[in-house]
C-alpha cells in the first residue's frame, strides 16, 4: 500500500522548519518533531497516517466541528492539540497552515534567550 502524499508534504514542511528535531518514538513509524526539547508534532507514517499538531482552541474546535478528518487522540490535551488524518480530506493550503501554526505557538512560547538562539544572533 502507498502513503498518500500528504505523508511526504508534512514531512517535508516540518522538516523545513528552522531548527526542528524530528525524533522517533517507541512506535514505528511515529516521529515527533521538537523545537528547542518543546513538541510542537506527531507525525504517523504508518497505514492510519495522521499529524497531531498544537493549535489555538477556538480553531481547533471549530475545525474538528467542520472537517472530518480533524479530531484528537485520546493521550493529548484536546483544548491545544488537533490530529489530521493525512488521507487527501483536508486541502493541502490548510495542513500548511496548521504546520507553521503549530511551530509558532512553540516557538512563541519560547523564552527570548531561546528564540534568539535558534535565530542565531
Known amino acids: ?61 471549530t475545525l474538528r466541528e467542520t472537517h472530518a478528518g480533524v479530531g484528537h487522540r485520546y493521550h493529548l490535551d484536546r483544548r491545544h492539540w488537533i490530529s489530521v488524518d493525512l488521507d487527501g480530506g483536508l486541502e493541502d493550503d490548510l495542513l500548511e497552515q496548521l504546520v507553521a501554526g503549530s511551530y509558532d505557538l512553540v516557538r512563541g512560547s519560547l523564552t527570548k534567550a531561546q528564540r534568539t538562539a535558534l535565530d542565531g544572533d
Request: proline letters at 7%.
Open 1 to 61: 500500500m502507498t502513503a498518500h502524499p500528504q505523508v511526504a508534504l508534512v514531512q517535508a514542511l516540518l522538516d523545513a522548519k528552522p531548527a526542528a528535531v524530528a525524533e522517533p518514538a517507541r512506535i514505528k513509524g511515529v516521529f515527533l518533531y521538537k523545537l528547542a526539547g518543546k513538541m510542537f508534532a506527531i507525525l504517523s507514517t504508518r497505514a492510519d497516517a495522521a499529524v497531531s499538531l498544537k493549535c489555538d482552541p477556538v480553531l481547533a474546535e
